[in-house]
């Protein structure tokens, strides 16, 4: 007999269907026995009863998030809340859960590091939740939503390698591993796998999957690898047609988040998504160092922004034009990497931009330098020329046409939707300095 998913019990009431699942509550009454049975779909009431020795035998085993093949009929049974339950003829145990449960699945937990520690150490089973089952349907969306918005647009999807031969970004922060007889890195973006998708004709590129930076973060907002959702845009004429790009892509993000999720969203985290309208407002770095100052916030950095800046800014922002997201531009090009173009009347300003969301940024972006010559002059600058570079190089060296790009970490672009307290929560299976899957000093 073919499984039936829960969902789709109401449809069958008063005959007899098949259902898998896992036992969510046991409530044992003596000669009859509950079993609220789960799966993706949502959750039912079966019943055992005590005339059918076998099959009460095998429910009086069974423990919390055993997993269960249930024959049975759907029943009408108003005392229950969906207004129908299974009467179980056969019970068979797929896989007996052990008990007790290492966490508790649904208690609360985010104000508890050390609870959240071990929640991540059971991660397969905290995310047995409600809640997290939630995130996990909502993230599926998010990445499809994004990758929708490209197709549609017409760029091409590709798939940029993870182990690469030159890191692309700063040296320090790369993860070198062993290559046959060599050293190699584990990618901490597809940047110039992205522009080589440009230097081939392709126009415009996108890409989604996991990046490694081995930076000894302890934060709310890093992990070692993520998921980035990178995206390069040929025959630009400015980084601002790069802003434009994104702007739009995020407006029709939340709102395919909003018509399918808004309600629950609100429901169960407690988060409105906001569907922007009009141009997101740009501020430049000198600008928002102003309205800081004005607002007593202190400033450690000329070109940078500490995450209480950022916090703040974020709240300025929004109090001042109702928005959101705001982009910074004008960052100091020693802060940006080698490839990020120079501005021509000011050199020391690159031609890039972040992108911030409810005080947090969630984008890097620039017009990219695709001169090569102008490029080597740039590298050689931060001590990155030579041997290692000349693949990179190489791409520019037979016509390339002006381009530029982003990427979007979607663990940060899900804990603002949601309003996670931290990207640990917003992540499949995070692993960060001090976890592997499980927090590294358990592992002893």
Known sequence: MERIHIAKLKNHIGEEVRVRGVVDTIRDQGKIIFLVLRDRSGQVQSVAWHADEEVFKIAKSLTHESVVDIIGEVKEAKQVECGYEVGIKELKIDSLAKAPLPITIEEAHTENISAL??????????????????????????????????????????????????????????????????????????????????????????????????????????????????????????????????????????????????????????????????????????????????????????????????????????????????????????????????????????LGFDLFWKGLEITTGAQREHRVGHLRANAKERGNAGSPMEEYFEYFEYGCPPHGGFAIGLERLLMKLLNLNTILEATYLPNTPNRLGKLLARKK
């Open 117 to 350: 520690d071990k929640r991540l150490d059971y991660r397969w089973v905290d995310l047995r939740s409600k809640k997290n089952s939630l995130m996990m349907d909502i993230s599926t969306l998010l990445g499809q939503s994004l990758r929708t918005y490209c197709f549609d647009k017409g760029l091409i999807e590709i798939q940029a390698p993870r182990i690469i031969s030159a890191a692309s970004e700063s040296g320090a922060s790369v993860f070198e591993v062993k290559y046959f007889d060599g050293k190699a890195y584990l990618a901490q973006s597809p940047q110039f796998h992205k522009q080589m998708g440009i230097a081939s004709g392709l126009e415009g590129v996108f890409n989604m999957g996991p990046v490694f930076r081995a930076e000894k973060s302890f934060t709310t907002r890093h992990l070692t690898e993520y998921v980035s959702f990178d995206v390069e845009l040929g025959y630009i004429d400015s980084y601002k047609d790069v802003c434009l790009f994104e702007q739009e892509m995020i407006k029709s993000v939340l709102g395919v988040m909003k018509e399918k999720y808004g309600e629950v969203i609100k429901e169960v985290f407690g988060a409105e998504v906001k569907v922007p309208e009009g141009d997101f407002p740009m501020f430049t770095v000198e600008q928002a160092k102003e309205k800081l100052a004005e607002a007593g916030i202190e400033s450690k950095s000329t070109g940078n922004f500490s995450p209480e800046e950022e916090k703040s800014m974020g709240e300025i922002v929004e109090e001042e034009t109702g928005f959101e997201f705001f982009f910074m531009t004008d960052y100091p090009h020693a802060r940006r990497a080698f490839y990020h173009m120079k501005d021509s009347e000011n050199p020391s300003v690159a």
